[in-house]
């Protein structure tokens, strides 16, 4: 299946957008640690709208990490440009950090202070007091559902708790851009569910979500947007649907007898539409120009030689597939 899918560019959005929807404007991004040989972030180039959900894809070592620092300035890039609602970190430093919540991916808590005093302490920071502070901290440890042990040291928590609280520090200061990268490591399967429905309802309200994960079953559910970085460039960025349409939209994949596989390719190269036939006994993945319009056809000449096949897909099964085309690489087990 993968060498019939084309190496891609980029997957273009719908419509460009205009500068003052976009929450981030990125532009030929180049990022490198001291020392080391190679940059990790190489001519990236990625705008995301206000309101967007962007699951941000890739393999262990891609760049993601290092492309969300930049973003949020705790790196410096060696080239490119960064826009965030407009704004240039070095015009208005400030300014541009409060636009910005940074879920880290290694937990950036207290251990010795409860869940209240570390969302105390991570408010003040980011410059609350008074009315405002008790307020947000009561949403922190309801966004977290921390609130019945809110007086435990944090150390004591389990991993997914921590987990939670950590995100919940990402959204004090109530900023339109939320970084969170891999925000749901660790977490059992309800808890990411009731993340998942706080973030939708962020979104909802208006927030831009970039989120990381190597869950590529919740990016397809949670995000519409996605981009992939691989080998620290961006291999493709679009609405979701598209990018899936890209990789497996005209594509029909049918299984056979492995006894009739041969003859029913032989057949189907004939047919009109049809442009290409790959044959993985049982399996056979044909290309046509248009798959739901074709398919009644493929099945009626088939059934004339009295060959039925056992199964019929069309599209890919899932981003799984589009990603391994992509990148080439297993997701969770890239280099
Ligand atoms: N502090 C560092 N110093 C030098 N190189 C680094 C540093 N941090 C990351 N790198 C390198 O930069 C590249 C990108 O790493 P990064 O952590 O951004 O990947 P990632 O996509 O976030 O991976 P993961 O899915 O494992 O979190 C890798 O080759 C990595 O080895
Ligand atoms: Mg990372």
Redesign the pocket.
């Known amino acids: 299946m993968a060498a019939l899918l084309p190496r891609p560019a980029s997957v273009p959005l719908a419509r460009p957008p205009a500068e003052a929807e976009l929450a981030v404007d990125i532009q030929n991004l180049f990022g490198r640690?001291r020392r080391?040989e190679r940059d990790?972030i190489e001519d990236v180039s990625l705008v995301v709208r206000k309101g967007a959900l962007l699951g941000l894809l890739?393999?262990?070592?891609?760049?993601?990490?290092?492309?969300l620092s930049m973003l949020c300035a705790l790196m410096r890039p060696r080239s490119g440009s960064i826009t965030v609602h407009g704004l240039r970190f070095a015009e208005a430093p400030d300014a541009y950090k409060d636009l910005i919540g940074l879920a880290p991916?290694s937990l950036a808590l207290y251990p010795r202070l409860t869940a209240r005093e570390n969302l105390e302490a991570f408010g003040r920071l980011s410059g609350l007091s008074g009315a405002r502070l008790r307020e947000r901290v009561a949403f922190g440890l309801e966004f977290a559902g921390l609130q019945d042990l809110a007086h435990r040291r944090v150390e004591t928590y389990s991993g997914g708790q921590q987990r939670r609280l950590n995100l919940a520090t990402t959204l004090l200061p109530d900023p339109p851009v939320l970084v969170l990268d891999?925000p749901t490591v660790g977490i059992d399967p309800q808890s990411r569910h009731a993340i998942h429905e706080n973030l939708r309802a962020l979104n909802r309200a208006g927030k831009t979500i970039i989120y990381t994960s190597?869950y590529l079953d919740e990016v397809e559910q949670l995000c519409d947007e996605i981009a992939v970085?691989d080998g620290?460039r961006l291999i493709a960025q679009g609405a979701l649907g598209a990018l899936l349409a890209r990789f497996t939209g005209n594509r029909i994949e049918l299984r056979f007898d492995p006894r009739t596989v041969a003859a029913a390719a032989d057949i189907l190269r004939t047919m009109a539409g049809v442009e290409d036939v790959a044959l993985r006994s049982p399996l056979l993945t044909l290309v046509t120009d248009d798959p739901y319009r074709r398919l009644p056809a493929i099945l009626k000449m088939l059934a004339h030689v009295h060959i039925r096949p056992l199964s019929v897909a069309v599209g890919a099964r899932d981003l799984e597939q589009a990603f391994l085309a992509l990148t080439g690489t297993q997701l969770r087990d890239g280099s």
Do not use: R
């Open positions: 640690y080391a990790s890739g393999p262990n070592g891609a760049g993601k990490t290092t492309l991916q891999e190597h970085l620290g």
